[in-house]
């Protein structure tokens, strides 16, 4: 199994910064993609950015040059630094891997517990 321990989210005002981090850890063979999704009260889950292992990314159009995606493939971590933070950027932002494991033949996607980021006006 993997697991997938985030942190970062908080409390910030409008214009403010944060950076989430997600490390994921278990019997991991190789991570194919990483990224970040977010889902607001009433919403359904939306992609915010996607990394490749190859460091190819992408973006909603949400994020607009504000947010940007990275990762530390030697630590299985991946970091969204979100900056020019909106009160609509408010909500549960969830960890995604694409992982595979050792002794299996395909990989199976995973999912952090989420962390809350609240933007105030």
């Known amino acids: 199994q993997v697991q997938l321990v985030e942190s970062g989210g908080g409390l910030v005002q409008a214009g403010g910064s944060l950076r989430l981090s997600c490390t994921a850890s278990?019997?991991?063979?190789?991570?194919?993609?990483m990224g970040w999704y977010r889902q607001a009260p009433g919403k359904q889950r939306e992609l915010v950015a996607r990394i490749i292992k190859d460091g190819s990314t992408n973006y909603a159009d949400f994020v607009k040059g504000r947010f940007t995606i990275s990762r530390d493939n030697a630590k299985n971590t991946v970091y969204l630094q979100l900056n020019s933070l909106k009160p609509e950027d408010t909500a549960v932002y969830y960890c995604n891997v694409d992982a595979r494991l050792y002794y299996t033949v395909r990989s199976t996607i995973y999912w952090g517990q989420g962390t809350q980021v609240t933007v105030s006006s």
């Open positions: 278990g019997n991991i063979l190789s991570i194919n993609a």
